[in-house]
């Protein structure tokens, strides 16, 4: 029998979803996808420095689980800057733990746990408020 795949956690979505090599036009451009879960562990491991086990943790994986995760991520990301491709932030099993709430009137940006229905801006009161979690959901899991 095999295990529950269970979901990924991830801190907050990531603030940039596309990656774009200067100067190419996109006609002639190749895509590389970075799922999320890699995502969150180039920004554990190699933007925040913890150990493997510490990130593993926070992602609730095991750490072997976690070291092939950022030996992929390493790769897809070196591809990226060596063969000139764009890279793309998207997909994976995850769910957020938190999410970033930006009002597009104002520019206020607040984190807020994820899920938390999202009303009016604090700081102008417009209901014209994104939810930064939400471009990445209809990706194909
Ligand atoms: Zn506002």
Redesign the pocket.
């Known amino acids: 029998m095999s295990r529950p795949y269970r979901k990924r956690r991830i801190e907050l979505p990531p603030s940039i979803k596309n990656f774009k090599p200067c100067g190419i036009p996109r006609k002639d451009l190749q895509s590389i996808s970075l799922s999320i879960d890699e995502y969150e562990a180039i920004r554990l491991a190699d933007y925040k420095g913890l150990e493997h086990s510490e990130a593993a943790e926070q992602m609730e994986i095991s750490r072997p689980t976690f070291s092939r995760l950022i030996e992929k991520s390493r790769n897809k990301i070196a591809q990226a800057i060596i063969d000139g491709k764009e890279l793309i932030v998207e997909g994976g099993n995850v769910e957020f733990r938190n999410t970033v709430k930006r009002?597009k009137?104002?520019g206020?940006e607040e984190i807020i746990p994820n899920n938390t229905s999202i009303n009016n801006?604090n700081?102008?009161?417009?209901r014209n408020v994104e939810d930064s979690a939400s471009k990445f959901i209809n990706n194909k899991i």
Request: proline residues 0%; charged residues 35%; glycine residues 12%.
């Open positions: 009002c009137e104002c206020d801006c700081e102008c009161g417009s």
